[in-house]
């Protein structure tokens, strides 16, 4: 696959990573386009091979960021958060600890 092609397709699934995390959140999501389109059009010019692959590769460790990484809270009253997590977030099944054992 060519260069192009790569970026074409690292913004592609960019948006796609956009739409799940920020899903019903039209602020994040507006503000999420923004950036994401912000980015690519200020290297657009480009075009050194390898600083290009650089580019892909923060790119594509962005998106692994927000779709492993990201969760939604939505405020339902004044100090009360509830938390939205997506199936992708629910991958690990560890059980929180909240009194460290401590190493002897």
Do not use: W
């Not at 939604?72 to 992708?88: A, F």
């Amino acid at each position: 696959m060519g260069q192009a092609a790569k970026v074409l397709q690292l913004f592609k699934t960019l948006h796609r990573t956009r739409q799940q995390v920020f899903k019903n959140d039209a602020r994040a999501l507006e503000a999420a386009r923004i950036k994401i389109n912000e980015e690519f059009k200020r290297n657009k010019s480009e075009t050194s091979p390898k600083k290009i692959e650089e580019l892909i590769k923060i790119g594509s460790d962005v998106e692994l960021i927000l779709r492993t990484s990201v969760i939604q809270g939505i405020h339902t009253d004044h100090n009360t958060l509830k938390l939205v997590p997506r199936k992708d977030l629910l991958i690990e099944n560890v059980p929180y600890c909240d009194a460290p054992t401590q190493k002897q």
